[in-house]
């Protein structure tokens, strides 16, 4: 385990709350479709906090759609629409009145290809989320962040001596490692990450996994993941996705990611992971 | 033995083809270029002579007195074109923008088709338009009513090339903005108009390459003068204006003088849509 600094929590430590017991995201009958075809169904599960939670399951099942509920982004693609029930912390992320904006701030978001802002130089982009609160306006106080946040996110060495060169100028790898310093800087209190290391080299992998245990320590982590070591390697629990009948996804399993990988409840669940089909 | 031989054909025959469409596009391409090298070869063979200091300093003189210049028709030119930015610009790229971002509604389908209408008229139709509105009324000929038509002229131009620029933004790139709790608005202003601006600055830069030649809108409005004149209220040269003049005029020493304007408005315009390739190719570098 690396020994960097995380950045401070926002979420306050309730004392008493006991670990398990309180979700700190909770779905509850989410579904969704892309122009009035349903692509995940009736998926409820909760996300505890300090914990990181995989999702698994075949090309096109529905991971990433799920994950796009959970910080409603899902709803910026046109003819995009969902139903159901998420709760950050007990409220309804959904509710009428809710600011889509407050909770896009709360719950980061690392996505499946690296989008670094293009016209933003590595420095800007990692603190684009602060600037537009007003934050981090001096040179000091952006290097202060980005510094960190590189750090974390296993990239830092890589960058530190051209901080002014633009995010393209990167590799893929790289610009992906970008992305995750850019969520942290705004310090979310879950982080979403869509197959964060799927475009990274096995050493960069392995830094990243130890980011998502060190982030574990006080955020959710959602993690997608088509590699059944790393699901089985940084969370404590796993969800398994399948695209049933009509192509439709849903949710088959859920529960500690020891269990699911030893003993699964259901069938499918036991071949996908054996690697009998998907 | 019978399938190799048939391959060998059916490749023989695809070569074949492959060759006649690159000699036949590579003829166009030649012919367009020729043409093109042509004209410009025998605007500088006629006009090269007419440039000098004194032809690029000075205004006209009276006829029968040899000497004098085009300076107040290109001071006059780059004023009106200027002005005329300054009206299209910001409501041409707000426009571009609204129909990139928010465009989905008959309201914007019908800008849309509006736009391309526009883009169709005929440039003197728009400076009939604009003597009606600006000149007409106040019986008397201005450099502004000039830029008011080119104005109208450039509008369709910057729109649509606004909105393929904002467009052609990826998705990704809003939804990483977006992702980071930015609101539409700072999403917009500070991501992907931003990521945009290459392209939105080479549609500005195409358009006013566009205006710079025009001469028809500017018959009945910028009218030309034979003096300085730096009074956007009152008629002013124009460099398309007095290359027309000059040409037609029965003057030998005029029409030297008329091939020499038309090599500078044509040099302008060339250095205009270079100007617009290099500011594309600037998108990425940094
Ligand atoms: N923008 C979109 N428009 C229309 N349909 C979409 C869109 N994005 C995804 N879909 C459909 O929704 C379903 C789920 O896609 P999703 O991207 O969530 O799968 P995934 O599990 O993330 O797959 P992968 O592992 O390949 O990333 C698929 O059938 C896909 O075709
Ligand atoms: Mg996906």
Same mark, same amino acid.
Request: aromatic share 8%; with cysteine; hydrophobic share 50%.
């Given at each position: 385990m690396t020994s960097i600094d995380a950045p401070t929590s926002t979420i306050p430590d309730e004392p008493g709350a006991t670990r398990a017991a309180k979700a700190q995201l909770s779905v509850r009958g989410i579904g969704a479709s892309y122009r009035k075809r349903p692509a995940i169904r009736n998926v409820s599960l909760d996300f505890k906090p300090r914990t990181v939670t995989a999702l698994i399951g075949p090309s096109g099942c529905g991971k990433t759609t799920l994950l796009r509920c959970l910080n409603r982004i899902h709803e910026v693609t046109r003819g995009a629409t969902v139903e159901g029930v998420v709760e950050l912390e007990g409220q309804n992320i959904y509710a009428p009145g809710v600011d889509p904006v407050a909770v896009r701030r709360r719950i980061g978001m690392v996505f499946q290809r690296p989008n670094p802002f293009p016209t933003m130089s590595i420095l800007d982009n990692v603190v684009a989320g602060l600037r537009l609160v007003g934050e981090c306006r001096t040179r000091s106080a952006k290097l202060e962040v980005a510094e960190r946040?590189?750090?974390?996110?296993?990239?830092?060495?890589?960058?530190? /001596?051209?901080? /002014?060169?633009?995010?393209?100028?990167?590799?893929?790898?790289?610009?992906?490692?970008?992305?995750?310093?850019?969520?942290?800087? $705004?310090?979310?209190?879950?982080?979403?990450? /869509?197959?964060?290391?799927?475009?990274? /080299?096995?050493?960069?992998?392995?830094?990243?996994?130890?980011?998502?245990? $060190?982030?574990?320590?006080?955020?959710?982590?959602?993690?997608?993941?088509?590699?059944?070591?790393?699901?089985?390697?940084?969370s404590q629990e796993t969800a398994f996705m399948l695209a049933g009948e009509e192509a439709v996804g849903e949710l088959i399993e859920f529960g500690p990611t020891a269990e699911l990988f030893t003993r699964p409840k259901d069938r499918r669940t036991e071949d996908y992971i054996t690697g009998r089909f998907g | 033995m019978a399938v190799a031989m048939a391959q060998a054909r059916s490749l023989r025959v695809r070569h074949a083809r492959s060759a006649v469409g690159v000699v036949s596009t590579a003829l166009c391409a030649g012919a367009a270029a020729a043409a093109l090298l042509l004209i410009l070869g025998y605007v500088v063979r006629e006009g090269a002579a007419s440039?000098?200091?004194?032809?690029?300093?000075?205004?006209?003189?009276?006829?029968?007195?040899?000497?004098?210049?085009?300076?107040?028709?290109?001071? &006059?030119?780059? =004023?009106?074109?200027?002005?005329?930015?300054?009206?299209?610009?910001?409501?041409?790229?707000?426009?571009?923008? %609204?129909?990139?971002?928010? &465009?989905?509604?008959?309201?914007?389908?019908?800008?849309?088709?509006?736009?391309?209408?526009?883009?169709?008229?005929?440039?003197?139709?728009? &400076?009939?338009?604009? %003597?009606?509105?600006?000149?007409?009324?106040?019986?008397?000929?201005?450099?502004?009513?000039?830029?008011?038509?080119?104005?109208?002229?450039?509008?369709?131009?910057?729109?649509?090339?606004?909105?393929?620029?904002?467009?052609?933004?990826?998705?990704? =790139?809003?939804?990483?903005?977006?992702?980071? &709790?930015?609101?539409?608005?700072?999403?917009?202003?500070?991501?992907?108009?931003?990521?945009?601006?290459?392209?939105?600055?080479?549609?500005?830069?195409?358009?006013?390459?566009?205006?710079?030649?025009?001469?028809?809108?500017?018959?009945?409005?910028?009218?030309?003068?034979?003096?300085?004149?730096?009074?956007?209220?009152?008629?002013?040269?124009?460099?398309?204006?007095?290359?027309?003049? %000059?040409?037609?005029?029965? %003057?030998?020493?005029?029409?030297?003088?008329?091939?020499?304007?038309?090599?500078?408005?044509?040099?302008?315009?060339?250095?205009?849509?270079?100007?617009?390739?290099?500011?594309?190719?600037?998108?990425?570098?940094?």
């Open positions: 946040t590189l750090r974390l996110a296993a990239l830092w060495d890589e960058v530190k /001596d051209k901080l /002014d060169r633009s995010g393209l100028s990167l590799s893929g790898g790289q610009q992906q490692r970008l992305c995750i310093a850019r969520a942290l800087a $705004t310090e979310p209190e879950v982080l979403l990450m /869509d197959e964060p290391a799927s475009a990274l /080299d096995p050493i960069s992998t392995a830094k990243i996994e130890d980011l998502m245990t $060190t982030l574990a320590e006080r955020y959710a982590i959602i993690v997608v993941t088509h590699n059944m070591q790393q699901a089985a390697r940084v | 440039i000098s200091i004194p032809f690029l300093t000075q205004v006209p003189h009276p006829v029968g007195i040899p000497g004098g210049g085009v300076a107040n028709a290109i001071a &006059g030119t780059g =004023i009106t074109v200027a002005i005329a930015t300054l009206m299209a610009a910001p409501i041409g790229v707000l426009t571009g923008v %609204y129909l990139a971002m928010y &465009g989905r509604g008959a309201f914007a389908s019908s800008i849309r088709f509006l736009s391309d209408v526009l883009a169709g008229v005929p440039s003197i139709a728009i &400076g009939l338009f604009a %003597y009606v509105v600006l000149v007409a009324p106040f019986k008397h000929f201005s450099a502004v009513s000039g830029s008011f038509a080119f104005a109208v002229l450039m509008l369709p131009v910057i729109i649509r090339t606004t909105e393929e620029a904002i467009r052609s933004v990826p998705v990704t =790139i809003r939804e990483g903005a977006l992702a980071l &709790g930015l609101p539409v608005y700072a999403t917009t202003v500070r991501v992907v108009i931003p990521a945009a601006r290459a392209a939105i600055v080479t549609g500005l830069l195409l358009s006013i390459a566009r205006v710079t030649g025009e001469t028809a809108p500017l018959l009945f409005t910028a009218f030309g003068s034979q003096f300085w004149e730096l009074n956007p209220r009152n008629p002013m040269a124009q460099l398309p204006l007095q290359i027309f003049n %000059y040409a037609i005029s029965p %003057y030998p020493l005029w029409h030297e003088q008329a091939w020499g304007g038309a090599l500078v408005l044509i040099v302008v315009v060339l250095v205009l849509n270079a100007l617009a390739r290099v500011a594309l190719r600037s998108r990425t570098s940094r």
